[in-house]
């Protein structure tokens, strides 16, 4: 087994090889500019570029027209939620969201309302879920949007698309889903689903880092957004700039394998999962699941252990890569805002560690994670008097604590 072992495959993912070899001739055989329609370079890579619109397409039910390439995630959020806001500013001013979307969204959304709009965001309940009961008692006639997201990319719980779809549609107002975490994982229908936009990105699905897609609806109805990235007219007039052909090409592919391999890498990742989670509670007391126990992604766990401070517990199993809060936040010591939205509990939320299971992990490594976070657990456990005095049947809330003078 080869060390470090990775297990935080929601935050990125490696390129799969098969993906990795069918991008190689873009970089230097088949390098045309997809937009050059004189010659047979840029055909050629207008041709691998269509390709991979359809392969998209086909892992979300969509029409390959319908699919917009970008940078990634952020840049289709960023392009989604403003050019969404900018294009029916004439319908009213009002943006529906929840406490537990990732920062691409939040941050988005608080730009939005420097600019005059509204937003109101809607508080996940203990397992990171909003309602459709929520989604529909907060519309409006003015609501433009609203952004609910697939999956949570930290405690991996699945929210019900399809039916906040049909409140969204029955009322009239446009759905975007930030599928990132979720497209690949579990079926992704946008028709069946009611879904108007949707984002992906191909590092989190064994592409390359730097390229995604947005899912715009072309009819029933046909959205229209305002481009946040003006030139030459690229992609529909919605985001100009000459096309990552390589980037989109291994996005194609990475899509193409995910749609085939789907149901089978789920199970099998699930699976995964739950031994990693019977091992570790069977062996540790005082654990506690964050996130949905059956509606969540196959290949995320994220614990609290009671007694053990998150960061510590990393520290000490050093050669298995895991995260704890958001990736892209866990620069800061700050609490997780998804876990603190949840009500986690100060505690529980410095004490959460996400595990994500992937493509490449294997029995063995999920076992040798186990034993490094049982032995880490015990040893963090043994040092802390809070453990000692539970040990003893203490109930650590009727502890007076003295104050501090
Ligand atoms: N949304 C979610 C749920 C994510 O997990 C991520 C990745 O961290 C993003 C958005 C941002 O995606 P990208 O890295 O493609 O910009």
């Keep these: 087994m080869k060390l470090p072992i990775y297990l935080d495959y929601q935050?990125?993912?490696?390129?799969?090889?098969?993906?990795?070899?069918?991008?190689?001739?873009y970089?230097?055989?088949?390098?045309?500019?997809?937009?050059?329609?004189?010659?047979?370079?840029?055909?050629?890579?207008?041709e691998a570029v269509e390709l991979a619109r359809e392969q998209v397409a086909a892992l979300i039910g969509a029409a390959g027209k319908e699919i917009i390439f970008t940078s990634g995630s952020t840049e289709a959020i960023n392009l989604a939620?403003?050019?969404?806001?900018?294009?029916?500013?004439?319908?009213?001013?009002?943006?529906?969201?929840?406490l537990a979307e990732h920062k691409a969204v939040l941050d988005t959304c608080k730009h939005l309302e420097k600019l005059g709009?509204?937003?109101t965001y809607l508080k996940p309940d203990r397992t990171a879920r909003i309602s459709p009961e929520q989604v529909?008692?907060?519309?409006?006639?003015?609501?433009?949007?609203?952004?609910?997201?697939?999956?949570?990319?930290?405690?991996?719980?699945?929210?019900?698309?399809?039916?906040i779809g049909a409140v969204c549609r029955e009322q009239g107002t446009l759905l975007f889903t930030d599928a990132t975490q979720a497209v690949g994982k579990v079926p992704v229908d946008v028709e069946a689903d009611h879904v108007d936009l949707l984002c992906l990105s191909a590092h989190k699905i064994y592409g390359p880092k730097g390229v995604g897609a947005l899912y715009v609806r072309r009819k029933n109805p046909r959205v229209r957004l305002a481009a946040q990235m003006d030139g030459g007219g690229h992609e529909r007039g919605m985001r100009s700039g000459t096309l990552n052909v390589p980037g989109i090409v291994g996005l194609g592919q990475a899509c193409e394998f995910a749609r085939l391999e789907l149901a089978d890498e789920s199970r099998r990742c699930a699976e995964l999962r739950d031994h990693l989670e019977s091992r570790i509670r069977n062996e540790l007391g005082y654990v506690e699941l964050n996130g949905h126990p059956e509606q969540r992604l196959p290949g995320n766990l994220n614990l609290s252990f009671h007694f053990v401070e998150g960061e510590s517990l990393i520290m000490g199993i050093s050669d298995v890569a895991v995260s704890s809060g958001s990736a892209c936040t866990s620069a800061s010591l700050e609490p997780s805002h998804v876990l603190r939205a949840m009500d986690v509990g100060e505690d529980l939320a410095h004490s959460s560690i996400r595990f994500g299971i992937g493509r490449f992990t294997t029995?063995?490594?999920?076992?040798?994670?186990?034993?490094?976070?049982?032995k880490a657990v015990r040893?963090?456990?043994?040092?802390?008097?809070?453990y000692e005095l539970a040990q003893e049947g203490v109930d650590l809330k009727t502890i007076q604590w003295q104050a501090n003078h």
Aim: proline share 6%.
């Design 379 to 386: 040893r963090l456990r043994e040092m802390s008097p809070l």
């Design 136 to 163: 529909r008692s907060a519309l409006r006639p003015d609501t433009l949007l609203v952004s609910v997201m697939w999956a949570n990319n930290e405690v991996g719980t699945l929210n019900p698309i399809r039916e």
């Design 363 to 374: 029995r063995a490594e999920v076992d040798y994670a186990a034993d490094a976070v049982v």
């Design 81 to 98: 939620l403003k050019g969404a806001a900018e294009m029916y500013a004439s319908k009213g001013k009002h943006l529906i969201t929840s």
């Design 11 to 25: 935050a990125t993912t490696p390129v799969d090889p098969r993906v990795l070899e069918a991008m190689l001739p």
């Design 27 to 46: 970089f230097h055989d088949v390098f045309g500019n997809a937009a050059s329609r004189s010659h047979a370079f840029g055909w050629k890579a207008e």
């Design 117 to 119: 709009y509204e937003v």
